[in-house]
């Protein structure tokens, strides 16, 4: 039996175009990251794409884009103000709210029900466990 019929990749938020780098998601959510004094920006996505988010980025949080690497200033928990503070390159912090934050591109496997933030990570998942017995590619 085929890997893809025993495990399955599938996307929280359904796009609403067909090309994934043009695909806008039907949810509107808050930015969670620091703004001036305050702990989170605010701004809320009527639309969430990476675009946008790549956007607002650049436009409002000029400061995590500057040099080679930055560090993700997502607000994780808002009574305690603690942050992400996952080190990354800069170019890819918009990709990391989107699948890790966001959950734009969260994976399961049907094996085990296990959730992954990444394709990759599910990938890699298929192949190190149990639940890699069938060819996971």
Request: hydrophobic share 30%; glycine share 8%; net charge positive.
């Amino acid at each position: 039996m085929p890997a893809s019929a025993i495990y399955t990749s599938t996307t929280m938020a359904t796009p609403s175009a067909s090309d994934g780098a043009a695909a806008v998601y039907d949810q509107s959510t808050v930015c969670r990251l620091p703004k001036d004094s305050q702990p989170i920006c605010g701004h809320v996505f009527a639309t969430v794409s990476p675009r946008t988010i790549k956007q607002h980025i650049s436009m409002h949080h000029p400061e995590y884009i500057q040099g080679e690497r930055t560090n993700c200033g997502w607000c994780t928990d808002s009574a305690t103000g603690r942050t992400c503070g996952h080190g990354l390159s800069k170019g890819h912090l918009h990709k990391h709210i989107c699948n890790v934050h966001l959950k734009m591109a969260v994976c399961w496997c049907s094996c085990c029900g296990g959730v992954f933030s990444r394709p990759d990570a599910l990938k890699r998942h298929l192949k190190n466990t149990k639940c890699g017995g069938i060819d996971a590619e």
